[in-house]
């Protein structure tokens, strides 16, 4: 009897080892879940569920994000570049977090831990940040509305407001790459339609990103422009909570990835191998070094086929005589699974380099965009439109190319191209980069036409906020291509064991821009300034030609997409083994078990 049930344990973990292959758990928790307990988890439902907590906590995010720069200057009385470039470096390390995110979740925590510790992260630099405003900063009451003036703040209150905007900066920033790819592991590859299913997940998740953000550009922007700056605080800091109990409810039924170990010192044993083997010829494909079976050795990871790109890093998987006379060392040799996920990171470099311009474009809305609408005319009869909130321009623009793309775009270059997705990421990024390029050029049309409509002596221009509307909207509707290609490409093109890392790499690519734009002004200003004049982006925008400045960016951007196009057909994309299909689902298990009992 003994025996019968030994065979039957051993047959059960057979099939067990079969489902868990290439680390995906289906259950929440394992061991609250054994075999033939497990509920039915992942799939739309709970990618929906993350849908939702990723607009509730885009809300909170931006709700002090997009009125940061006009908090910089009336509450805590800075200049507008100072302002300009803080809210520049404040940005750029939001998203620079995401690289901190990415990196625990894919070597250590997996997704779902690493979420539930940055959104934590996240509701405790808005409470402090709520804090701070009410007992420290808005003094007195109703201040920092552009009209009446707030006292200066004590240096208590300073280093809270720092302290707690950074906090917001590492929970979201580590927290929204995590959370996509959590979203899109709900998908079982082992399906067919996982690859349509993924697709629409990243369109949606964009979508409500820009949903939750719409009533922090128009709600919270309000109140927040009319002095209420700690309401608008502490609805963000509400909508942070919700989330976070919404993603815990999810806790049972999620599908789960394990972490695949460090990948840095994978990467690095590949380089060290190959320069150890420098004179040596690389082998053949059919003669280099992997390990057997279906798994790969890099724990939770499929194995990927063999490129031609940098041969040179071959090197590392040949196998030599010394290689053969002890036990295996992967700092001498690494399999070929190893090498092309090294060989993956460099071919993604050169095109995530090539998308830093364009978020030079997109951080101008945080920062120069909104100095521009707060000194236009912005009375629609008695009511003042904050100049913050024409950000919701962009994202009514997103919302509609959103469903423009899916429903018109993809079916006629469907038709044209014969690719399903209809055009590939990379067009799909390159058309963001035209589209941002044409966008720079209205602004700076519009500031030549604000300059024209100043009168002498006044502080604002007699000419509308309204037309902020086109360069707004072509912002808008180049995200929709850049942005949502980019977390499509990055993610798609990153091996198993660094998916986070790829989706990080959006996020990564909106922090360098951010930095490259707080560096662009300020040698701008240093330049400009050199004979004793205002600069191009002056205190008082009246005096300056901040239309130069973006025409500037045009230029650059036409530039980067030269170099953008020449990358783009130099890149080979990642081929992975897909010899054997993944069992995941119950009714795949028990056709297992039931087989391997006969």
């Not at 977090?97 to 979740?105: D, N, Q, T, W, Y």
């Not at 038709?415 to 990024?429: A, D, F, Y």
Request: aromatic share 12%; net charge neutral; hydrophobic share 45%.
């Amino acid at each position: 009897m003994d025996a019968i049930e030994h065979s039957t344990d051993e047959i059960e973990k057979k099939a067990d080892e079969e489902i868990i292959s290439f680390g995906k758990i289906e259950s929440g928790n394992e061991n609250q879940h054994s075999p033939g307990k497990r509920k039915k988890c992942g799939g739309w439902e709970l990618a929906s569920l993350l849908l939702v907590n990723q607009g509730l906590a885009t809300l909170a995010f931006f709700g002090v994000g997009v009125n940061l720069v006009l908090f910089l200057t009336r509450v805590l009385d800075q200049d507008s570049a100072v302002a300009a470039n803080n809210v520049s470096k404040w940005t750029g390390t939001v998203y620079l977090c995401s690289l901190i995110g990415a990196f625990l979740s894919d070597s250590y925590w997996g997704r779902y831990f690493t979420c539930a510790i940055f959104q934590l992260i996240l509701v405790l630099g808005l409470g402090l940040l709520s804090f701070a405003s009410w007992f420290f900063l808005i003094s007195p009451t109703g201040c920092g509305d552009g009209m009446k003036l707030c006292n200066t703040p004590s240096s208590v209150g300073v280093v809270m407001f720092y302290l707690s905007i950074y906090l917001i900066a590492l929970g979201y920033g580590g927290h929204q790459p995590t959370v996509a790819t959590l979203g899109a592991d709900q998908f079982d590859d082992s399906n067919p339609n996982a690859v349509i299913s993924k697709a629409a997940f990243f369109s949606s998740f964009y979508f409500a990103l820009n949903v939750g953000s719409l009533f922090s550009n128009t709600i919270l922007v309000y109140y927040e422009d009319s002095g209420k700056w700690t309401l608008g605080f502490l609805v963000s800091f509400g909508a942070a909570i919700i989330a976070l109990l919404l993603y815990l409810s999810g806790t049972s039924r999620y599908r789960y990835v394990k972490a695949s170990g460090n990948p840095l010192p994978r990467v690095a044993q590949v380089f060290v191998a190959a320069y150890r083997k420098w004179g040596v010829t690389p082998a053949t494909v059919d003669a280099l070094y992997e390990v057997e079976g279906t798994e790969s050795a890099i724990k939770g990871s499929r194995k990927i086929l063999h490129s031609n790109d940098f041969k040179f890093l071959d090197k590392a998987a040949t196998i030599t005589s010394m290689d053969l006379r002890g036990p295996n060392n992967p700092w001498k040799l690494c399999t070929v699974t190893q090498v092309e996920e090294a060989k993956c990171v460099l071919k993604m470099l050169p095109i995530w380099l090539c998308t830093i311009i364009y978020s030079v474009i997109f951080t101008q809305m945080a920062s120069l965009f909104v100095e521009q609408g707060d000194v236009m005319a912005s009375k629609l009869k008695n009511f003042r439109i904050p100049a913050a909130s024409m950000s919701a321009f962009d994202i009514c623009s997103v919302l509609i190319w959103t469903g423009v793309y899916r429903h018109v775009v993809v079916p006629v270059s469907r038709s044209l191209t014969g690719n399903p997705k209809g055009l590939t990421e990379m067009q799909r990024m390159g058309t963001g980069l035209i589209i941002g390029m044409i966008a720079m050029v209205a602004a700076g049309v519009t500031e030549i036409q604000r300059l024209k409509s100043v009168s002498p002596g006044s502080k604002k221009s007699s000419l509308s906020i309204f037309w902020q509307v086109p360069q707004y909207v072509l912002v808008g509707a180049s995200e929709v291509f850049m942005y949502v290609g980019q977390l499509e490409f990055f993610n798609g093109q990153a091996p198993d064991g660094i998916k986070s890392f790829g989706s990080s790499l959006c996020m990564a690519s909106m922090s360098l821009g951010n930095y490259v734009s707080s560096l662009l002004i300020n040698i701008v200003m240093e330049v400009t300034t050199r004979d004793g004049g205002p600069g191009w982006i002056p205190d008082d925008l009246n005096d300056g030609r901040m239309d130069r400045f973006y025409f500037l960016i045009a230029g650059l951007t036409a530039v980067d997409f030269i170099i953008y196009v020449y990358c783009a057909k130099w890149y080979n994309g990642i081929n992975l083994d897909t010899s054997e299909n993944v069992i995941q689902s119950e009714e795949q298990r028990k056709e297992v078990l039931a087989s391997l009992m006969s």
